[in-house]
Nanobody, 123 residues
């Protein structure tokens, strides 16, 4: 049994901030990396950010560089996505996922996914 529980989504005005959390649990669960993806209605799922389990390496899609920050808390088995200067284009359902890769940017590299949390940015 593996679970990823996301929280922190909501409605925010352009220029505002949100912090998403992804708490993981499982009887024998371990992961080498975690990532955030997003999907808007009618669009493909898009990579947003990834971090290795030690927190020493990160990767971001170009559209969020300088605005979003991914981090992790190994003690709590939790990943975070700090989202600043939000834009309407950031509106999507955001998903967290775990992978056995250190850093992975492709959805097929991830094995377990959260349920998604809605982020809506109004102009």
């Amino acid at each position: 049994q593996v679970q990823l529980v996301e929280s922190g989504g909501g409605l925010v005005q352009a220029g505002g901030s949100l912090r998403l959390s992804c708490a993981t649990s499982g009887r024998t669960f371990s992961w080498a990396g975690m990532g955030w993806f997003r999907q808007a209605p009618g669009k493909e799922r898009e990579f947003v950010a990834a971090i290795n389990s030690g927190g020493g390496s990160t990767s971001y899609t170009d559209s969020v560089k300088g605005r979003f920050t991914i981090s992790s808390d190994n003690t709590r088995n939790t990943a975070y996505l700090q989202m600043n200067d939000l834009k309407p284009e950031d509106t999507a359902v955001y998903y967290c996922a775990t992978t056995r890769q250190m850093i992975a940017t492709a959805a097929q590299q991830y094995s377990y996914w959260g349920q998604g949390t809605q982020v809506t940015v109004s102009s």
